[in-house]
């Protein structure tokens, strides 16, 4: 499709809308559409399929521009005329368009001007750009994971990685990224790194641990992206002198699960230890009933449902196309919410609820 992005000001000016419409445009154009993002100034009746209008009808900045193109709505039956309301600030007159409210909180706003359906579809959200992640840890695909456990280490048998086995294989949505590559200096290292790929085939969790320096080194900026994804920092030391990975995970603001050894008690800020005979089983439980650890999963779940690509092709597509567009339900937050939020008493309305992640 031929579409127009339609705004009072573009990127590269800085601004919630202006970053919103930058973002859709991207995302309409890696789907196979032709966007291009016009100002007034820039404004031409091309051969346009859609024109998405972003707050130029609900925002009075400048009112002969407004008022040109809610004519053109009539005019022009064959544009399919969005109205994306991210404002409700002018409402002297109502375009004859598809509406289309950025929160429930805004359709209830824009209700009051009128009775037409306004649909719900949030702004979308780049995270992996904005938390600057990795071109090798985006590829990992970590938003998708039901829960994240970080390891930095080399391959030294001190680490007790095969602990983090044993928890994986009580974790069976979990991931394990273990940092290290096995050092063909080290004879002990390498027999250790081959000792772990048996344990994890014989306990079952080969596809969900990744020992990610098999592939190369991990950059700085790699293992800072980690860090930006993983729900725990995982460090089952038998033995340690200090710990710097403590300290790393308690400065990007992970939980931290480690072994009660001297130097961890000594290091470590706000962990969670557990002593070297904890059962793995009951450490899987103490990790999943974590509110930190769950707040960081909700944080990877918001990812997947904001992400343009899924926001795109689920909500604003069938709107361009003609066919009808999911809607956020009233009592239905945007961001995912605690999982121990109880639902008793409430009914479901007939609506559909923005699709939620893998």
Same mark, same amino acid.
């Given at each position: ?26 995302a309409l154009r890696l789907l196979g559409h ?103 840890? !985006? &590829? $990992? /695909?970590?938003?998708?994971?039901? *829960? ?5 280490? +080399? =391959?030294?048998?001190? #680490? ?33 790194? !081959? &000792? $772990? /790929?048996?344990?994890?085939?014989? *306990? ?5 641990? +990744? =020992?990610?320096?098999? #592939? ?112 956020v339900a009233s009592d239905e937050p945007i ?24």
């Amino acid at each position: 499709m031929f579409i127009a992005i339609l705004h009072y000001s573009k990127p590269p000016v800085i601004g919630g809308v202006e970053r919103v419409i930058g973002e859709q445009a991207a995302a309409l154009r890696l789907l196979g559409h032709e966007v291009e993002i016009l100002t007034c100034k820039e404004w031409h009746l091309g051969k346009w399929d859609a024109v998405i209008v972003h707050n130029v009808f609900s925002m009075p900045f400048d009112l002969p521009w407004t008022k040109q193109l809610i004519k053109l709505t009539r005019t022009r039956p064959d544009i399919r005329w969005i109205n994306w309301v991210h404002d409700v600030r002018w409402s002297a007159q109502v375009p004859q368009a598809v509406h289309v409210a950025v929160s429930e909180f805004r359709r209830q706003d824009y209700a009051k001007v009128t009775p037409e359906t306004i649909h719900v579809i949030p702004n979308g959200c780049d995270a992996k750009a904005i938390l600057g992640l990795t071109e090798r840890v !985006r &590829e $990992l /695909k970590l938003e998708h994971a039901g *829960l994240v456990l970080l390891q930095p280490t +080399r =391959f030294v048998r001190r #680490k007790n990685i095969e602990f983090g086995l044993r928890l994986l294989a009580e974790l069976p949505d979990a991931l394990y990224l273990v940092t290290a590559a096995p050092d063909p200096h080290q004879k002990d290292g390498a027999k250790y790194f !081959r &000792e $772990l /790929k048996q344990l994890a085939k014989e *306990l079952g969790v080969t596809k969900r641990v +990744r =020992f990610l320096g098999e #592939k190369g080194a991990l950059t700085d900026h790699d293992v800072r992206s980690l860090y930006h994804m993983a729900d725990l920092l995982f460090f089952p030391s038998t033995q340690e002198g200090y710990g710097l990975p403590l300290i790393e995970a308690a400065l990007h603001g992970v939980p931290v699960f480690c072994s009660h050894i001297p130097a961890h008690r000594e290091v470590a800020v706000g962990a969670t230890f557990f002593k070297l005979t904890a059962s793995p089983r009951g450490l899987a439980r103490k990790i999943k009933a974590h509110p930190a650890v769950q707040a960081r999963q909700l944080q990877r779940q918001m990812m997947v449902r904001l992400a343009w690509s899924r926001i795109v092709q689920e909500m604003l597509e069938p709107l361009l196309s003609g066919r009808n567009a999911p809607r956020v339900a009233s009592d239905e937050p945007i961001l995912p919410q605690s999982r121990d939020r109880s639902r008793a008493g409430r009914t479901t309305p007939k609506r559909v609820r923005l699709p939620r992640g893998a």
